[in-house]
């Protein structure tokens, strides 16, 4: 069980533009959708973490896709697969040969993208190693305001994004982890991102 680090993001700028940002945040299952802001390789929902190791005997395999150029669709081929063999990523309802497939996936990942699981690339890419939840959103005619918890820390990746590609509003975002004892804000307008120092925190938010 994690400590939920309570967030709140406001982005202000003119209504029509809120509008547009919602609607490009919103998924079918969420208000604000990390995925929608940094997307998470396919590959990565058919990977448990920690990652399988390679069956002895198939370490050459697993050496090869060290060397895959970017851009090489092994990725593809091996989640064809596991599609096809309906799998879970529960690792005791694998069989052998998807258990194969799934350490060849990881290891194809970690070649293309770095990372071998899921975990490892969430907390690189989007500061924390879940996405968004509990989350809330209000629009006014000059802001939108999200209240969500995130696992352990605040999505500062997420937020640096969202700054960047979109220059025209401006960001605040406060995190509080009373559970930790620390709060923290981050400011972004104009493309820019300034991450204040975490702060003395030892409320009842978070934790």
């Given at each position: 069980m994690p400590n939920w680090v309570v967030n709140a993001l406001y982005i202000y700028g003119p209504a029509a533009r809120l509008a547009q940002v919602r609607e490009t945040l919103e998924a079918q299952d969420s208000l604000l959708d990390f995925n929608k802001v940094i997307p998470m390789p396919r590959g990565y929902n058919y990977v448990v973490s920690p990652a399988p190791s390679t069956p002895n005997g198939e370490a050459p395999y697993n050496q090869s896709l060290k060397t895959i150029p970017s851009g090489v669709d092994v990725e593809a081929h091996l989640i064809e697969f596991?599609?096809?063999?309906?799998?879970?990523?529960?690792?005791?309802?694998?069989?052998q040969k998807a258990r194969t497939y799934v350490s060849y996936l990881s290891a194809c990942l970690r070649a293309l993208y770095g990372y071998p699981s899921w975990y490892e690339w969430c907390c690189e890419n989007w500061g924390t190693k879940w996405g968004a939840n509990r989350v809330k959103c209000v629009q006014t005619k000059s802001s939108l305001q999200y209240r969500f918890d995130t696992a352990w820390s605040q999505p500062i990746p997420v937020i640096k994004h969202l700054v960047t590609t979109h220059p025209d509003l401006k960001f605040v975002a406060k995190a509080w982890d009373g559970g930790a004892g620390w709060k923290r804000v981050v400011h972004g307008a104009k493309g820019e991102t300034v991450v204040g120092a975490s702060a003395s925190y030892h409320g009842k938010r978070g934790g």
């Open positions: 596991l599609e096809a063999e309906k799998v879970d990523c529960d690792p005791p309802s694998l069989s």
